[in-house]
């Protein structure tokens, strides 16, 4: 029997001796490469952060102490060693197990996790409930060093630090450098640092003081004059400044070096950060030698690293040569992204245009203000972000952006529903609230070659804010071009509107009604916000009988806008559907599939036309 047969519960991990944890890291390894490679999911961090992951659940209880890991890509190790073994045949598929951190699926996962920086504000909220509810537990945050490139993750260091809250921050640094201290001093107050006899003597130190009267007072000015005395030899970095005790940078990949910090650091009783060195990818070669490659696969043949794509144009590539194409000739032409330069198809603009490519780490926000500051300097500014991302970015778009009316184009990669990543990364409210925007006009090209016509329109053809928003992958069953609301199909019993990716599945519905004998219109609208509603009124009038299809959330979308404009008009249908995403978050699963689920697919569509009109002749 292997070791990772054995560690089915946290006792047995915890009597496996040094010699055995390194054997059962290997095997670990060696079992999430086997297993990603046939669902695909997020390898090269969850392979740099085995040791890391087998260290904090040997110190801490998951089901007790709470483990917040920010994103959660790294997370797959946690769910390994928390009785999820099985889970891995179905990652990331449709009724199977998260790619992410979810409460709802084991106790062992403290918080959602999906999108960045989130974990330090979320661990000390749980740190102040602990200590306000009389409790014991531990709380962790275990953060990447690409993490801290978003700015909440700062303002959660920033009261954290000053909270004196029992709370540990684990900083796994598998690249960036975080000021580092140089110099022999610095190397030697590193080593000094996490030898026995400091912890001891800091707890000894921290117990006393905490006891005398005054002790207090006295705790913090000899803080102080530590500090100065620091500075002045070594200098400092912001975590001492923010208030943490910080241990490190430590060998990621020693298990028992970093479960003897992990319980130092429980034991401090003190805001602490641990920097924690890790390689990611680590133990795969290919993953270690093209990390950001092998951050997020599909599935892949393990001997040669080859993964199985679907070759062909997709709407990012689409969008990226196209942006080339328009830079080429206009130098005012800058791309923006946020942490995404190879997912938005920016990786050729970045090489070929490096002074007007910008990517500004995982700080949308920021992307979105600075993009204000170009366009009133009189650059044109093209962000490229996800649309589940772009939505940590409203108020700026709001303030900084539409109160003035600035000239930026927002390109919205990965609309609609994504797949695998879940209701973390479904691109599901990008149409509810940039609408509401004001001065906002929201594109929604159905092709890729409308893609390409539709960004030009956006950089040359409109003035102030604007957003083209298009999904993942290509074409899918409607390869025209239309710069414009239009009747793409006539009929005469039912009208079905519809916009973007969802243009494809209006075709193949209209085709299974015809076989019934049942002719439907179908209305492509192009540009969605500010909305035509004539086109519609006119096709309504004809058929008495409409379907609203969308691939978004239902409470603003954009069919509530068009039955409020007719109903004010009084060209209303006797008959009516909205049909969208509903109401509640749609869990991760292949696009059909989940499409399916949701009914909006073009068999959720035919059956709902064929019963609108059936009632409509059971009524007349």
Same mark, same amino acid.
């Given at each position: 029997?292997?070791?990772?047969?054995?560690?089915?519960?946290?006792?047995?991990?915890?009597?496996?001796?040094?010699?055995?944890?390194?054997?059962?890291?290997?095997?670990?390894?060696?079992?999430?490469?086997?297993?990603?490679?046939?669902?695909?999911?997020?390898?090269?961090?969850?392979?740099?952060?085995?040791? &890391?992951?087998?260290?904090?659940?040997?110190?801490? =209880?998951?089901?007790?102490?709470?483990?917040?890991?920010?994103?959660?890509?790294?997370?797959?190790?946690?769910?390994?060693?928390?009785?999820?073994?099985?889970?891995?045949?179905?990652?990331?598929?449709?009724?199977?197990?998260?790619?992410?951190?979810?409460?709802? /699926?084991?106790?062992?996962?403290?918080?959602?996790?999906?999108?960045?920086?989130?974990?330090?504000?979320?661990?000390?909220?749980?740190?102040?409930?602990?200590?306000?509810?009389?409790?014991?537990?531990?709380?962790?945050?275990?953060?990447?060093?690409?993490?801290?490139?978003?700015?909440?993750?700062?303002?959660?260091?920033?009261?954290?630090?000053?909270?004196?809250?029992?709370?540990?921050?684990?900083?796994?640094?598998?690249?960036?450098?975080?000021?580092?201290?140089?110099?022999?001093?610095?190397?030697?107050?590193?080593?000094?640092?996490?030898?026995?006899?400091?912890?001891?003597?800091?707890?000894?130190?921290?117990?006393?003081?905490?006891?005398?009267?005054?002790?207090?007072?006295? $705790?913090?000015?000899?803080?102080?004059?530590?500090?100065?005395?620091?500075?002045?030899?070594?200098?400092?970095?912001?975590? $001492?400044?923010?208030?943490?005790?910080?241990?490190?940078?430590?060998?990621?990949?020693?298990?028992?070096?970093?479960?003897?910090?992990?319980?130092?650091?429980?034991?401090?009783?003190?805001?602490?950060?641990?920097?924690?060195?890790? +390689?990611?990818?680590?133990?795969?070669?290919?993953?270690?030698?093209?990390?950001?490659?092998?951050?997020?696969?599909?599935?892949?043949?393990? /001997?040669?690293?080859?993964?199985?794509?679907?070759?062909?144009?997709?709407?990012?590539?689409?969008?990226?040569?196209?942006?080339?194409?328009?830079?080429?000739?206009?130098?005012?032409?800058?791309?923006?992204?946020?942490?995404?330069?190879?997912?938005?198809?920016?990786?050729?603009?970045?090489?070929?245009?490096?002074?007007?490519?910008?990517?500004?780490?995982?700080?949308?926000?920021?992307?979105?203000?600075?993009?204000?500051?170009?366009?009133?300097?009189?650059?044109?500014?093209?962000?490229?972000?996800?649309?589940?991302?772009?939505?940590?970015?409203?108020?700026?778009?709001?303030? =900084?952006?539409?109160?003035?009316?600035?000239?930026?184009?927002?390109?919205?990669?990965?609309?609609?529903?994504?797949?695998?990543?879940?209701?973390?990364?479904?691109?599901?409210?990008?149409?509810?609230?940039?609408?509401?925007?004001?001065?906002?006009?929201?594109?929604?090209?159905?092709?890729? /070659?409308?893609?390409?016509? +539709? &960004?030009?329109?956006?950089?040359?053809?409109?003035?102030?804010?604007?957003?083209?928003?298009?999904?993942?992958?290509?074409?899918?069953?409607?390869?025209?071009?239309?710069?414009? $609301?239009?009747?793409?199909?006539?009929?005469?019993?039912?009208?079905?509107?519809?916009?973007?990716?969802?243009?494809? /599945?209006?075709?193949?519905?209209?085709?299974?009604?015809?076989?019934?004998?049942?002719?439907?219109?179908?209305?492509?609208?192009?540009?969605?916000?500010?909305?035509?509603?004539?086109?519609?009124?006119?096709?309504?009038?004809?058929?008495? !009988?409409?379907?609203?299809?969308?691939?978004?959330?239902?409470?603003? !979308?954009?069919?509530?806008?068009?039955?409020?404009?007719?109903?004010?008009?009084?060209? &209303?249908?006797?008959?009516?559907?909205?049909?969208?995403?509903?109401?509640?978050?749609?869990?991760?699963?292949?696009?059909?599939?989940?499409?399916?689920? !949701?009914?909006?697919?073009?068999?959720?569509?035919?059956?709902?036309?064929?019963?609108?009109?059936?009632?409509?002749?059971? +009524?007349?």
């Amino acid at each position: 029997m292997n070791l990772l047969d054995r560690v089915d519960n946290r006792q047995a991990l915890l009597e496996l001796t040094p010699q055995e944890d390194e054997a059962l890291c290997a095997e670990i390894r060696e079992f999430l490469v086997e297993s990603v490679s046939k669902t695909g999911g997020h390898l090269a961090s969850n392979l740099g952060a085995v040791e &890391l992951t087998v260290a904090l659940h040997k110190v801490f =209880d998951p089901y007790y102490d709470r483990i917040v890991f920010d994103v959660g890509h790294q997370s797959y190790v946690h769910k390994l060693l928390t009785g999820r073994r099985e889970g891995f045949a179905t990652l990331r598929q449709y009724g199977g197990m998260a790619g992410f951190p979810r409460p709802n /699926e084991s106790d062992a996962d403290a918080f959602v996790g999906g999108h960045a920086s989130n974990s330090v504000s979320a661990a000390l909220g749980m740190a102040r409930a602990r200590t306000l509810a009389g409790e014991k537990y531990s709380v962790i945050a275990v953060i990447g060093d690409g993490a801290l490139t978003g700015g909440l993750a700062y303002e959660g260091l920033n009261d954290a630090g000053q909270s004196r809250e029992p709370l540990i921050i684990v900083l796994n640094d598998n690249g960036m450098s975080i000021q580092p201290n140089v110099g022999g001093m610095a190397k030697f107050l590193a080593r000094q640092r996490l030898k026995p006899s400091y912890f001891s003597f800091k707890r000894l130190y921290h117990t006393i003081t905490g006891k005398i009267p005054g002790g207090r007072a006295v $705790d913090r000015f000899s803080h102080r004059v530590k500090t100065w005395m620091k500075n002045a030899l070594i200098g400092s970095n912001m975590f $001492d400044e923010m208030g943490f005790i910080y241990l490190g940078p430590v060998d990621g990949h020693d298990v028992e070096r970093l479960t003897y910090l992990l319980k130092q650091a429980r034991n401090l009783a003190r805001p602490v950060l641990i920097h924690v060195s890790t +390689t990611k990818g680590r133990g795969y070669c290919y993953a270690e030698e093209n990390p950001d490659e092998y951050h997020g696969v599909s599935a892949f043949d393990i /001997e040669s690293g080859a993964s199985g794509g679907s070759g062909g144009e997709t709407f990012s590539s689409a969008f990226g040569k196209t942006m080339c194409a328009m830079a080429s000739e206009d130098h005012r032409i800058c791309a923006i992204t946020a942490a995404m330069e190879q997912g938005t198809g920016l990786a050729d603009f970045a090489s070929s245009f490096p002074k007007r490519f910008f990517d500004v780490g995982i700080a949308e926000g920021h992307a979105v203000t600075m993009a204000s500051g170009l366009a009133k300097q009189g650059m044109i500014p093209v962000v490229a972000v996800y649309s589940t991302f772009l939505q940590r970015a409203y108020d700026m778009m709001i303030h =900084d952006t539409a109160i003035a009316k600035l000239h930026v184009v927002f390109a919205l990669d990965r609309a609609g529903l994504v797949g695998a990543d879940g209701e973390t990364h479904h691109g599901a409210f990008d149409v509810c609230y940039l609408r509401t925007v004001p001065y906002m006009k929201v594109f929604s090209p159905a092709s890729t /070659e409308e893609l390409r016509k +539709t &960004l030009h329109h956006a950089v040359y053809g409109v003035d102030g804010p604007v957003a083209v928003r298009y999904p993942r992958g290509g074409d899918d069953g409607y390869r025209d071009c239309i710069l414009e $609301d239009t009747v793409l199909r006539e009929g005469t019993d039912i009208t079905i509107v519809t916009y973007g990716n969802m243009v494809g /599945e209006a075709l193949r519905a209209a085709a299974l009604l015809k076989k019934d004998g049942i002719s439907a219109e179908i209305v492509k609208l192009w540009q969605i916000a500010p909305l035509n509603c004539d086109i519609v009124a006119e096709s309504t009038k004809k058929t008495g !009988c409409m379907i609203v299809l969308e691939e978004c959330f239902h409470r603003g !979308c954009v069919g509530q806008e068009l039955l409020s404009c007719m109903a004010q008009d009084g060209t &209303l249908p006797a008959k009516m559907k909205l049909m969208n995403l509903g109401t509640e978050f749609v869990t991760h699963g292949k696009v059909p599939q989940l499409r399916h689920a !949701c009914g909006i697919d073009a068999e959720g569509v035919y059956q709902t036309a064929k019963e609108l009109l059936e009632f409509e002749k059971g +009524t007349t």
